[in-house]
Antibody, heavy 121, light 112 residues
């Protein structure tokens, strides 16, 4: 069974940093691209970042470029999102999502349950 | 950049059928894969279709997806409605430029 489990969500002050993790199981992690998607309270979905299976390629939404860094450890079946210079508008539930075989950022087939990040003083 | 426009809400009766549209503002809808996801209240999204019509295992066949090039839109049709179908539905597509992935604003389905 494919599982994606996020952790690391917390309350953080504006300007602070936080690192989210997504540990996966049930599939060969190193063979799949991965994404982060977020959802502000009461709002729709917003794509945040993408990383290829080989780690060679990363992409970011304009809203987080230069502040967030996506990475992965294929040996530990783990995806990460390092978030720096956090703003109130970064408050959201953050989901990790897997890209199906043969796709890059065009599609997601499995999603995690989400981790809540709250940026507030 | 482009936008994906969905109706804010739709409703249907138990056993009935509804269709949710997703209109792309620029760029040909058929040139870029469309994905549909379901998000029940208080839950994470789940994928109904990716790559236009690829259905993950476990998605019932009463869900179907299509593309209409004349209106530059995609559609999700749900037949045999049940109260379990009450959820938000999101379409998603992408651009080879930036910001790569765009979601529609979501459509709230109510089964009355």
């Amino acid at each position: 069974e494919v599982q994606l489990v996020e952790s690391g969500g917390d309350l953080v002050q504006p300007g602070g940093s936080l690192r989210l993790s997504c540990v996966v199981s049930g599939f060969t992690f190193r063979s799949y691209s991965m994404n982060w998607v977020r959802q502000a309270p009461g709002k729709g979905l917003e794509w945040v970042s993408y990383i290829s299976s080989t780690i060679a390629t990363t992409y970011y939404a304009d809203s987080v470029k230069g502040r967030f860094t996506i990475s992965r450890d294929n040996a530990k079946n783990s995806l990460f999102l390092q978030m720096n210079s956090l703003r109130a508008e970064d408050t959201a539930v953050y989901y990790c999502a897997r890209g199906p075989r043969g796709y890059s950022y065009e599609a997601f087939d499995y999603w995690g349950h989400g981790a809540l990040v709250t940026v507030s003083s | 950049n482009f936008m994906l426009t969905q109706p804010h809400s739709v409703s249907g009766s138990p056993g009935g059928t509804v269709t949710i549209s997703c209109t792309r503002s620029s760029g040909r809808i058929a040139d870029y894969y469309v994905q549909w996801s379901q998000q029940r209240p208080g839950s994470a999204p789940t994928t109904l279709f990716y790559g236009d019509k690829q259905r993950p295992s476990g998605v019932p066949t009463r869900f179907s997806a299509s593309i209409d090039t004349s209106s530059n839109s995609a559609s999700l049709t749900i037949s045999g409605l049940t109260t379990e179908d009450e959820a938000d539905y999101y379409c998603q597509s992408y651009d080879n430029g930036h910001p790569f992935v765009i979601f529609g604003g979501g459509t709230r389905l109510t089964v009355l």
